[in-house]
């Protein structure tokens, strides 16, 4: 059995309102111009690239093994890596923040609480990222559904 665990998009907000914006320009040079139906192509894929490309995971519970992949609508492209050393699984509560800045030097912020289910190692030093969840109930839910399938014990986050 496979879990497809669908993170982030790639790139960020400001990016996916240009590339929105690269897709509407695409079709109206297809269906406007002619001549600039090559240039309307270009613009419409490069559009497509920046608002669908999204980052994943993808955990196979009979053969155990963890994909981080780059995908593309239905092409995944990431290496296969098995998780024999990975003996426990945990939640951890992270705060993420990103800033960005605009031209007139005005910085704006994003601040989310996000809970992140990984695998750990015996020592709890090597940790591997399976999905994000906003919610602290579902990602209990989750981490718990995942521990079952793949016969771990879910433990807290404590470092050797």
């Not at 993170?7 to 914006?21: H, K, V």
């Not at 239905?74 to 960005?100: A, E, H, M, P, V």
């Not at 399976?130 to 771990?152: G, M, P, R, S, V």
């Amino acid at each position: 059995m496979k879990i497809d665990y669908k993170l982030d998009r790639i790139f960020p907000l400001m990016f996916i309102i240009i590339g929105i914006t690269l897709i509407i320009c695409g079709l109206i040079l297809l269906g406007t111009f002619d001549s600039r139906m090559k240039i309307g192509i270009t613009i419409l894929l490069i559009g497509l690239v920046i608002v669908f490309t999204r980052k994943g995971t993808i955990l196979d519970f009979n053969q155990r093994k963890i994909k981080h992949y780059v995908g593309l609508f239905f092409i995944k492209i990431g290496n296969w890596k098995t998780i024999d050393d990975y003996t426990f699984i945990s939640l951890l509560r992270i705060n993420q923040k990103s800033y960005g800045y605009s031209r007139t030097g005005v910085q704006f912020s994003e601040r989310k609480k996000i809970f992140r289910i990984c695998l750990l190692n015996k020592t709890h030093r090597n940790r591997l990222k399976i999905t994000d969840i906003k919610d602290e109930n579902n990602a209990y839910l989750e981490a718990q559904k995942i521990a079952e399938n793949l016969k771990l014990e879910f433990v807290n986050y404590s470092p050797i």
